[in-house]
Antibody
């Protein structure tokens, strides 16, 4: 079964750092882009950026450039989303999703989401 | 960035109704448009890709159409499990933006 499994919920204080993970299985993790999508409470979907695990080529949406860092370790089929200094406004659910060329580069497989709460 | 505007933002419907949601792009995106369904507490689910192609396993009551700037998602006969929020996304030009969503609830 093709799936993405994300790390568990996090509760952090403003200014703390955080790295969340997304592990793929059931397919060749190296050959499909992985995107990260933010959903703030009660709001819509926002694409933050994406990474090609095969060579770690990374793109960021302008709103998120410099705010987060996306990385991957293809040897363990895992992508990461990282913050160096969290803010209360980073409170959201974060999804990873596979971008599949066979379905016109759509996100066909999604992780279950990681809830990040930032509060003092 | 390409802006996607969905209409309506919300709608109320009954089981058996035919439901249509539109997505308008701020510039042409050929047919690089996907539709997703999201239920509360769940990740989004891909319904339609390349504007009109049904993702494997998705019921045939869902259909998509359009090209260029104007796109439509149609639910042929609304079922109880279809009450959800629907999003469009363009995959033509980075950043691959989403529409703001359309919530479909019970009339």
């Amino acid at each position: 079964e093709v799936q993405l499994v994300q790390s568990g919920a996090e509760v952090k204080k403003p200014g703390e750092s955080l790295k969340i993970a997304c592990e793929g299985s059931g397919y060749n993790f190296s050959t499909d882009w992985i995107g990260w999508v933010r959903q703030m409470p009660g709001k819509g979907l926002e694409l933050m950026g994406a990474i090609y695990p095969g060579d770690s080529d990374t793109t960021y949406s302008p709103s998120f450039q410099g705010q987060v860092s996306i990385s991957a370790d293809k040897s363990i089929s895992t992508a990461y989303l990282q913050w160096s200094s969290l803010r209360a406004s980073d409170t959201a659910i974060y999804y990873c999703a596979r971008q599949n060329g066979y379905v016109a580069d759509s996100f066909d497989i999604w992780g279950q989401g990681t809830m990040v709460t930032v509060s003092s | 960035d390409i802006q996607l505007t969905q209409s309506p933002s919300s709608l109320s419907a009954s089981v058996g109704d035919r439901v249509t949601i539109t997505c308008r792009a701020s510039q042409p995106i050929t047919n690089f448009l996907s539709w997703f369904q999201q239920k509360p507490g769940n990740a989004p689910k891909l319904l339609i890709y390349a504007a009109s192609y049904l993702q494997s396993g998705v019921p045939s009551r869902f259909s998509g159409s359009g090209s260029g700037t104007d796109f439509t998602l149609t639910i042929g006969s609304l079922q109880p499990e279809d009450f959800a929020t629907y999003y469009c996304q363009q995959t033509n030009t980075p950043p691959r933006t989403f529409g703001q969503g359309t919530k479909v609830d019970f009339k």
